[in-house]
């Protein structure tokens, strides 16, 4: 199977430079859902060199900004899963950069400390959540703008 963040489908790419690419992720978690991916095929983060890592904390930066402006999110959640055991199923480092909004779940307390708890995640399995998390194609090319006007 060929990597999708090696050769992301070009309605996914919001931004790239030499280093990094910043996706829309194709399963989000919830609206504005977006990765940040070292260009170089990569898999454990001890692996990237400082300037990639460098980038890669530029980039979180970047797309926070960008959806700051366009999608005005009352936080965000940031991580990555690291292994098949911590829930990652791409197997090319990538950050998840998750905005937040009041009232977008129940119990929002306890944010990334949940990802061990005994529970399926209903976002990945739920179709219906991922059609509706996904972003308009307008809301795409805002972000896009929004993302290069940051240089």
């Given at each position: 199977m060929q990597c999708p963040f090696c050769t992301p489908e070009p309605r996914n790419l919001l931004y790239e430079n030499g280093l990094i690419r910043i996706l829309v992720d194709s399963y989000p978690a919830n609206r504005g859902h977006l990765l940040v991916v070292p260009k170089r095929h990569v898999t454990r983060v001890e692996d990237l060199t400082w300037e990639e890592k460098l980038?890669?904390?530029?980039?979180?930066?970047k797309a926070m900004e960008a959806l700051k402006k366009v999608l005005s999110p009352d936080g965000f959640n940031v991580g990555i899963n690291i292994g098949k055991a911590a829930g990652q199923t791409v197997e090319h480092l990538h950050v998840h950069v998750i905005p937040r909004y009041r009232g977008d779940c129940n119990f929002p307390r306890g944010g990334v400390r949940k990802a061990v708890l005994d529970i399926e995640d209903e976002n990945?399995?739920?179709k219906e959540r991922w059609a509706r998390n996904r972003l308009s194609e307008q809301e795409i090319e805002m972000?896009?703008?929004?993302?290069?006007e940051l240089e």
């Amino acid at each position: 199977m060929q990597c999708p963040f090696c050769t992301p489908e070009p309605r996914n790419l919001l931004y790239e430079n030499g280093l990094i690419r910043i996706l829309v992720d194709s399963y989000p978690a919830n609206r504005g859902h977006l990765l940040v991916v070292p260009k170089r095929h990569v898999t454990r983060v001890e692996d990237l060199t400082w300037e990639e890592k460098l980038a890669i904390m530029k980039g979180v930066e970047k797309a926070m900004e960008a959806l700051k402006k366009v999608l005005s999110p009352d936080g965000f959640n940031v991580g990555i899963n690291i292994g098949k055991a911590a829930g990652q199923t791409v197997e090319h480092l990538h950050v998840h950069v998750i905005p937040r909004y009041r009232g977008d779940c129940n119990f929002p307390r306890g944010g990334v400390r949940k990802a061990v708890l005994d529970i399926e995640d209903e976002n990945l399995s739920n179709k219906e959540r991922w059609a509706r998390n996904r972003l308009s194609e307008q809301e795409i090319e805002m972000l896009q703008v929004a993302i290069n006007e940051l240089e």
